[in-house]
């Protein structure tokens, strides 16, 4: 045993072969996910694995095949023009990276998919030199055993496939000790600025209270990456729209998502099972009766309709407040699922099958909830490091689930939060128990 341990030991202590092993099981993974992938969804490429990147959905695909034509990226829905309808990061990178790098859909997610796990890998490695590559590895797995959240770290479809990335570096960054720290944070502060507009609240908050908690010089930095991507934005949107769009007002088609919400039947009938899209017809056929002619018209209208809504309708938006919290918390089964043929089906005869990556995040995520706030409240005498991994820990998941409480959340958006979840814990008992071979 002890000859086997002097071996592994080897291996374990040269970071090139960590690093190889991982990106190399990160590169099997992507291509066992795309093959997947595609046979759920044949659309998106055609017979020679050509990535259909203008089919992807998600109020993208207008936006990637603007671009791609050399027009503006905007949607058109209404016979009006959105002009900041979703944020530029997804579509600018999927289109750069079909234009420059390859149009092969496999290819075009093994370029993300190491980029973005390479900066994880180096985040966590750089973390804090006390730590040796035996700590690496286990966060590494920890970060990404799970099947549901590794396939959607995996994806390009939709914004968690790189955010769920991103809220892992930023997490490390916070809580880790880094050479320019905080230029750092302000780079993944901005990009996720550009990259969801429901993270407005989260860019915002965290700066600010990196700011105030912490004592180094150059604290103000992730502050001014966030002013500069304010001004960027909304001065992009001034010049195409005449109105500086910030804040909950980022991305204009988002009072869509909070109108399909509140409409009458989403959270007694639907959520969490299903997802919106029934409802996003009748709001459309809302929309199209009113003849509205800028896209600030239309947010507008549907803001207000969904605050009626929620004024009228206490009883319902209690019910869907508690349907969120238990989604998030518990929920076993699939949700989101998309239905067909909704007048002519019966939505109980829709599968519901449990998904069985659900138990592992609920119960990590549970648990940390509970070592949170036992930590808060309960203990006395707490650790430097424990008191700052609270205060970022708590920060992030309020930040992170305000603009989600306020609509709805679906699983593959909490994955995020059940990755750092892990991570959480795992530094909680190692600053507890001084887990000694995680130490060099």
């Given at each position: 045993m002890k000859q086997l341990k002097k071996h592994v030991d080897k291996i374990v202590n040269k970071s090139w072969l960590v690093y190889l092993l991982f990106i190399s099981t990160f590169i099997?993974?992507?291509?066992?996910?795309?093959?997947?992938?595609?046979?759920?969804?044949?659309?998106?490429?055609?017979?020679?694995?050509?990535?259909?990147?203008?089919?992807?959905?998600?109020?993208?695909?207008?936006?990637?095949?603007?671009?791609?034509?050399?027009?503006?990226?905007?949607?058109?829905?209404?016979?009006?023009?959105?002009?900041?309808?979703?944020?530029?990061?997804?579509?600018?990178?999927?289109?750069?990276?079909?234009?420059?790098?390859?149009?092969?859909?496999?290819?075009?997610?093994?370029?993300?998919?190491?980029?973005?796990?390479?900066?994880?890998?180096?985040t966590i490695k750089n973390f804090n030199k006390k730590f040796n590559n035996y700590f690496l590895i286990c966060c590494l797995i920890l970060l990404f055993y799970v099947p549901h959240n590794l396939g959607i770290s995996l994806a390009t479809v939709f914004e968690e496939g790189w955010l769920n990335y991103l809220i892992i570096i930023?997490?490390?960054?916070?809580?880790?000790?880094?050479?320019y720290k905080s230029f750092y944070l302000g780079i993944v502060v901005s990009t996720i600025f550009f990259l969801k507009g429901?993270?407005?609240?989260?860019?915002?908050?965290?700066?600010?209270?990196?700011?105030?908690?912490?004592?180094?010089?150059?604290?103000?930095?992730?502050?001014?990456?966030?002013?500069?991507?304010?001004?960027?934005?909304?001065?992009?949107?001034?010049?195409?729209?005449?109105y500086f769009a910030f804040g909950f007002k980022s991305e204009t088609l988002s009072t869509r998502t909070l109108a399909a919400a509140y409409s009458e039947g989403f959270f007694k009938n639907l959520y969490p099972k299903f997802n919106s899209d029934e409802m996003n017809k009748e709001v459309n056929e809302k929309v199209l009766n009113k003849n509205f002619k800028s896209e600030w018209e239309v947010n507008k209208y549907l803001l207000n309709?969904?605050?009626?809504?929620?004024?009228?309708n206490p009883y319902e938006v209690s019910?869907?407040?508690?349907?969120?919290?238990?989604?998030?918390?518990?929920?076993?089964?699939?949700?989101?699922?998309?239905?067909?043929?909704?007048?002519?089906?019966?939505?109980?005869?829709?599968?519901?099958?449990?998904?069985?990556?659900?138990?592992?995040?609920?119960?990590?995520?549970?648990?940390?909830?509970?070592?949170?706030?036992?930590?808060?409240?309960?203990?006395?005498?707490?650790?430097?490091?424990?008191?700052?991994?609270?205060?970022?820990?708590?920060?992030?998941?309020?930040?992170?689930?305000?603009?989600?409480?306020?609509?709805?959340?679906?699983?593959?958006?909490?994955?995020s939060i059940y990755m750092i979840s892990n991570i959480y814990l795992f530094l909680y008992f190692i600053n507890k128990y001084k887990l000694k071979f995680l130490y060099n």
């Open positions: 099997f993974s992507t291509i066992i996910f795309c093959i997947i992938f595609v046979k759920k969804n044949p659309h998106l490429i055609n017979e020679n694995w050509i990535y259909s990147i203008d089919r992807i959905g998600f109020d993208f695909s207008q936006i990637i095949s603007n671009l791609m034509k050399g027009n503006d990226p905007v949607n058109n829905y209404y016979g009006i023009d959105f002009y900041i309808s979703r944020m530029p990061f997804l579509p600018y990178f999927l289109y750069f990276t079909y234009s420059l790098i390859s149009k092969n859909f496999i290819i075009i997610h093994l370029f993300k998919n190491i980029i973005f796990g390479t900066l994880v890998f180096l930023l997490f490390f960054l916070l809580i880790g000790n880094y050479k429901s993270m407005y609240y989260l860019t915002l908050c965290i700066p600010i209270i990196y700011f105030f908690y912490e004592k180094d010089n150059t604290r103000y930095i992730p502050i001014l990456f966030f002013l500069l991507s304010t001004l960027i934005w909304g001065s992009y949107s001034f010049s195409k729209t005449g309709e969904s605050l009626t809504f929620i004024k009228e019910i869907g407040l508690i349907k969120k919290i238990n989604l998030i918390l518990f929920y076993p089964y699939k949700d989101g699922q998309v239905y067909k043929n909704f007048d002519n089906v019966d939505k109980n005869s829709v599968p519901n099958q449990i998904r069985f990556s659900n138990f592992p995040n609920k119960i990590t995520f549970v648990f940390s909830l509970i070592v949170l706030f036992r930590t808060l409240f309960l203990e006395k005498n707490k650790k430097k490091d424990i008191k700052k991994m609270n205060v970022y820990f708590l920060s992030i998941l309020l930040a992170y689930f305000f603009p989600y409480m306020v609509a709805f959340p679906f699983s593959r958006h909490c994955t």
